[in-house]
């Protein structure tokens, strides 16, 4: 399900990964609870690419449909970045 309530603390899985000098360069788009994990999803303002980081810090690569799969943080960073 996907919520675009970002009155919980929805910056700090980006802020973790990333640090805050880097954050500024994300969109909050939405949190998804999958059977997965709990999936808070950034865009990047330029390449316009999703960052998905998982609640407990994993990352995702959305695939066909709804479905995320766990990537490394240097695959989510390089696909988001480049």
């Known amino acids: 399900m996907l919520t675009g ?3 919980i603390d929805s910056w700090e ?3 973790a990964m990333i640090g805050p000098a880097q954050a500024v360069d994300f ?5 998804n609870d999958t059977p997965a994990a709990r999936i808070t999803l950034y865009k990047h303002r330029d390449t316009r690419r ?3 980081i998982g609640q407990d810090g ?4 959305r695939t066909t449909g709804s479905i995320y799969t766990p990537i490394s ?3 989510a960073l390089a696909w ?3």
């Open 5 to 7: 309530d970002d009155s």
């Open 13 to 15: 899985p980006l802020v």
């Open 27 to 31: 969109m909050f788009m939405g949190i």
């Open 50 to 52: 999703y960052l998905n």
């Open 58 to 61: 994993r990352t995702f690569k």
């Open 73 to 75: 943080h240097d695959e």
């Open 80 to 82: 988001t970045l480049n």
